[in-house]
């Protein structure tokens, strides 16, 4: 370039200021001018990676640019990105990008855009109303560009804090496994937990962010109130090896870092201890078989839902052992039982439902069948009764019956002694009528008898005092007369009238 001819030299000075001139201008321009940058962003995507140096910084920038409009810019300035399909050409770009891309700035910049969107209310919830947004933002972890990890780290952590988010973060993370290839939902995330890097700062930033990442999904959303959630959560990060990782980085002795495991270990410690409590033992061993057997197997004895374990073990004993399909068998049985234990709340599942199942209908299809039966039996055992009831009562009608005429007897009998005793005191009352009349009589006899014995006395004294001066005839006269008298006295009395 020195040996270069002067003109030259300046013809080269003069088309390089005009391109930068050029450059200003556009960028300028598409600051105020949101379809500027939507327009440059399909560019990008329909091309592919540019080798030149000078094209990856211009893309970089322009990205960058955007990210920085979205944040800096007045709120019009979003909106007219939003309703020109801003954010369907920016997910487009984050789902298309080739893999050179992928692990580039151009990368980290336009994540940065997308974390812009989310701090605005508006383009927020447009970003949330696409099918697909935070799926393909979960996409960006296969990267191996540790600052674009980190962001897309803090935007599923932020999403999980916002309402309906914590799910959908969840289903994210199931559709990373599946457009990864990978065996476990967590897999990358604890890969990164684990990551070592050449640059100390760069290596915490990505451990501080994943840890934030998980505690976000293990207390907001479902687990904020639900322990079996936060349980069943933690312990699908356990299994990949999770608690190793976190003694490791203890060593790190970073403040920031440390905080979130000291937040992650007592939300454990919590959870454990209310998990015992409710079996009423000191700790649960997760860990051992026998342990979390032996700790059902006290909590179930003597219930009605001790047959059904027993049941469910003595199948277990029948899974097929070998086979191309044991393991799946297994992994089967395990999200069922992961799915009866989340969806206690209804159909609402709070995790990714593994399989479409309503467990609550299902749940109470099967207290419809146990009232059913409870039901038929106590039919059975009323239709048995009823029987037994109509016999006893035909046995007690004919003994009414019995009674009955019984009863009919006895009064057709008490009648005739009434009939009998009504006569017979009538008789008792002409009886005492005429023996109260005799004794009338009798009183009147014994004073007529009183009288005569009186005159009778007399006349015996007359008699005595005139028997010695009286001649004959007299005597006679006087004795005749003297019978007449006694005569007449002693003639019964007239008979009474009834």
Known sequence: MFRMPSEKKWQLYCSTKLAHLDEEQSHTSATKDPKRYIDQVKAFTRDSYPENERERESRTKLMDGLKTALRTQPQRFVNQFVESAGIDCLLNFLCQMDHDTRQSSIHTAAIGGVKALLNNTYGRRHLFAHSGGVNIVSQSLLTQNLKTKVAVYEILGAVCLVPGGHKRILQAMSHFREFACERARFQTVILDLDRSASEYKDEVNLKTAIMSFINAILRYGAGEDFLEFRVHLRYELLMLGFQPIVDKMRRQSNPALD????????????????????????????????????????????????????????????????????????????????????????????????????????????????????????????????????????????????????????????????????????????????????????????????????????????????????????????????????????????????
């Not at 905080?259 to 409590?277: G, Y």
């Not at 028997?467 to 008979?495: C, M, N």
Request: include cysteine; charged fraction near 35%.
């Open 259 to 498: 905080r979130h495991i000291d937040f992650f270990e007592l939300m454990r410690k919590e959870d454990e201890t209310e998990l015992a409590n409710r079996f009423g033992v000191p700790h649960v061993d997760a860990n051992s078989a026998s342990a979390m057997l032996d700790v059902l197997k006290r909590k179930l004895t003597y219930t009605a839902s001790y047959p059904h374990l027993l049941s469910l073990l003595h199948h277990c004993l029948l899974i097929p052992v070998e086979g191309d399909y044991r393991a799946h068998r297994w992994q089967l049985l395990d999200r069922l039982v992961q799915q009866v234990v989340l969806q206690q709340e209804g159909p609402y599942d709070p995790d990714a439902e593994p399989l479409k199942i309503d467990v609550l209908d299902i749940v109470q299809n099967l207290v419809r069948e146990e009232d059913f039966q409870k039901l038929s039996t106590e039919a059975e055992e009323l239709r048995k009764a009823r029987g037994e009831l109509t016999s006893k009562l035909g046995k007690k009608e004919r003994e009414c019956e019995v009674r009955t005429r019984e009863k009919d007897d006895i009064k057709k009998a008490l009648n005739k002694i009434m009939t009998k005793l009504e006569k017979e005191q009538k008789e008792s009352r002409e009886v005492k009528l005429r023996e109260k009349e005799l004794g009338a009589q009798v009183a009147e006899l014994q004073s007529q008898l009183s009288g005569e014995s009186q005159s009778r006395a007399r006349l015996e004294a007359l008699l005595e005092k005139a028997s010695g001066g009286l001649s004959d005839d007299a005597k006679a006269l006087f004795d005749q007369q003297v019978k007449q008298e006694l005569a007449t006295s002693s003639a019964p009395p007239p008979a009474a009238v009834p």
